[in-house]
Structures are given as structure tokens and as C-alpha cells.
């Protein structure tokens, strides 16, 4: 029998009755920050602190542990948390700016049985740069002083020469007593701010009484001051030389020859001797 409210398939099949799709419930919209299930930091215990000073040997961001070599001898490990406050130069930095061989400042508390950095200081960073000039005077006084005459500068220029300032004339290191005046030479300095620089590396790259040799192709000539320019097939730098008056130059000094220059640096130019062609 057949209800007379049910209506008959032809085909005998039966159809489940799909259910509706409904919107997402709000449940899914719920977002947790992971932050708030971590639990509070108590406060910074109010203790007198105690300033410790020293050179960063080692820093442990897993254990939150530095290791400082002390100014006065010997290691020590201190413990920091988010808690610690940092600062470069008077200004807020973090921990990931704190580098190994660097000076560091610490006001040190005791919390419980551990010995905690409160705050952490750092030096300002100091600005480094290079200079090229003639050495007017070398004073010994202390570590050491450069007047030098730089090329950029009117006026003479000091720079300070420690015992880790390092001399080099080609590829050997030499004594800072070849920082003879009117010797030639390439500076890299670290500047500590008020006008007062520190060379960490210096080149000698010309003394005076001293024969020089160049293999290399004219760029410029101008023969009213005797300049003479070269581009060098050795180290690809250009040099000034100049040409004394007792020099009759060879028409084919021209831009683009390929030349074989002698010369003496006198201390404040590289006096041609000697020029010829070289047709490599």
C-alpha cells in the first residue's frame, strides 16, 4: 500500500535527505595569544645595584646567560630576562645588538641565589673611515700621534696611534717609526667623537728618497704642469707623476700608450726619471 501523501519514484530509488549547510559557528572566529598563557614576570626586585664592567667573552640566548671577562681579571656569568633594560650610547637597544669582544656595562642585582642584569650598557658605536695623505710630523708622546696632511682636508689632521695599530708597508708589518715626514699613506680610523680619531691600520704606500716603478696606460697628459696620469696594469689605480722640466716628452705620449714609468717620490709627488714605451 501506498500512503496517499508520499509520492512514488519510478526509478524504486530512495534518496537520503541531505542536511543544510549552516554558516561557521562564532567558535571559530576565537583567537588565543600564545603571550597570554606565559605567565608573568614578578617585578625587578628594589635592590641596591652594583656596577660591573668587562668585555663580552659569550652570550647564551637559550640559557639567557652572558659571560663578561672582567676589567679587573678573571670571568663571571650574569643571568638577563625580558626584564633587563639595554641601552647603546644613551639610547634603547635590545640583546640581539650585544656582540662578543665588545665593552659592556652591567648594574648587577641579586635575585634569590642568582646574580641578575638589571641593566645592560653598551658604548655608542663608533663611526669608521679611511683618509690618504702625507705625514708631517709623527709625535711619540704616549702611544703615539699622526699630523698628517690629508687630501681632502686644508688644514693638517692628528690621528692617534695605539699599541694594536697596525703598519703595514706592502704585505709585512713594520715599526711606526717608518712613519717618517713626507711619507705616503692610507689610514683606517675609528672616530670616538670631538674631532679625535684612532688609526687601526696603516698603509705605507710611498716614503720619500724612494724609487717607484709603473707599468700602465696614459689616461691624461698636460704638459704646462708636467702632469701625467696612469691607469696601473698592476693593482688598477690611477696615479699622478709628474714630469720635470728636464724632460723632453716623446710625441707619442699620448693617451692610451701603454708606458714604463721611473720615478722618485720626493714627499709630495712622484718625480718622473724615467719614461718608456711598452707596446704589451
Not at 626586585?45 to 676589567?71: E, H, Q
Not at 648594574?107 to 638589571?118: E, H, K, M, P, Q
Not at 695605539?162 to 712613519?179: E, K
Not at 689610514?187 to 670631538?194: A, V, W
Request: glycine content about 8%; proline content about 6%; charged content about 20%.
Amino acid at each position: 500500500m501506498i500512503s496517499p501523501k508520499s509520492e512514488a519514484r519510478t526509478d524504486g530509488a530512495i534518496e537520503p535527505r541531505k542536511p543544510s549547510i549552516t554558516e561557521d559557528s562564532e567558535d571559530t572566529s576565537i583567537t588565543i595569544d600564545p603571550s597570554t598563557l606565559l605567565p608573568e614576570l614578578p617585578p625587578v626586585p628594589k635592590a641596591n645595584a652594583t656596577l660591573i664592567g668587562g668585555t663580552l667573552d659569550r652570550i647564551d640566548m637559550v640559557r639567557d646567560k652572558l659571560t663578561i671577562r672582567l676589567f679587573g681579571g678573571g670571568k663571571e656569568s650574569f643571568l638577563f630576562d625580558p626584564r633587563t633594560q639595554v641601552y647603546r650610547g644613551g639610547k634603547p637597544a635590545t640583546v640581539a645588538d650585544l656582540r662578543a669582544g665588545e665593552r659592556i656595562y652591567l648594574d648587577t642585582i641579586l635575585d634569590g641565589s642568582t646574580v641578575f642584569a638589571r641593566t645592560i650598557r653598551l658604548n655608542a658605536a663608533r663611526e669608521r673611515g679611511t683618509s690618504q695623505g702625507v705625514v708631517l710630523k709623527f709625535r711619540s708622546n704616549g702611544g703615539g700621534e699622526i699630523v698628517l696632511r690629508d687630501v681632502l682636508s686644508p688644514n693638517p689632521v692628528d690621528v692617534r696611534v695605539n699599541p694594536s695599530t697596525r703598519v703595514m708597508q706592502g704585505d709585512r708589518a713594520v715599526s711606526v717609526s717608518a712613519l717618517v715626514p713626507g711619507t705616503l699613506i692610507s689610514i683606517n680610523f675609528t672616530s670616538e667623537g670631538g674631532g679625535r680619531s684612532t688609526a687601526t691600520e696603516i698603509s705605507i704606500l710611498a716614503q720619500p728618497g724612494t724609487q717607484y716603478t709603473f707599468y700602465g696606460q696614459v689616461v691624461h697628459i698636460d704638459l704646462r704642469t708636467g702632469l701625467l696620469v696612469l691607469n696601473s696594469s698592476t693593482d688598477h689605480k690611477t696615479y699622478e707623476v709628474y714630469l720635470p722640466a728636464s724632460i723632453n716628452p716623446d710625441e707619442a705620449l699620448q693617451p692610451g700608450a701603454t708606458v714604463k714609468v721611473v720615478t722618485d717620490f720626493d714627499g709630495e709627488h712622484y718625480v718622473v726619471r724615467n719614461v718608456s714605451f711598452n707596446s704589451h
